[in-house]
């Protein structure tokens, strides 16, 4: 399975953006993918899950109502939309894909994000 995120760059606080994530490869063994994010000095942190069924997501408190996650299975594609963007939020976002049988993870390059006037 192989990730390829795009969509990032630099945004003034109260923008938007939105994050996309390719996927390839074994698509059928993948359960659950996420978006996580890692700002400089901190550990990286889980933003927002999602079923590949699409019928359950779970987002982090710090975004919840700002950032919507979603998938498009025809496209093989994950987006993360990004609304009311703050400075906290700069961080370098990585998507993720996860397989509960294989127990296997996997990750994207990430993708640089930026908020600042």
């Known amino acids: 399975v192989q990730l390829v995120e795009s969509g990032g760059g630099l945004v003034q606080p109260g923008g938007s953006l939105r994050l996309s994530c390719a996927v390839s490869?074994?698509?059928?063994?993948?359960?659950?993918m996420g978006w996580y994010r890692r700002a400089p000095g901190n550990q990286r942190e889980l933003v927002a899950a999602i079923t590949t069924g699409g019928d359950s997501t779970d987002y982090a408190d710090f975004v919840k109502g700002r950032f919507t996650i979603s998938g498009d299975n025809a496209k093989n594609t994950m987006y993360l939309q990004m609304n009311s963007l703050k400075p906290e939020d700069s961080a370098v976002y990585y998507c993720n894909a996860q397989s509960l049988k294989q127990q296997s993870i996997y990750w994207g390059q990430g993708t640089q994000v930026t908020v600042s006037s």
């Open positions: 490869g074994s698509t059928f063994t993948i359960d659950v």
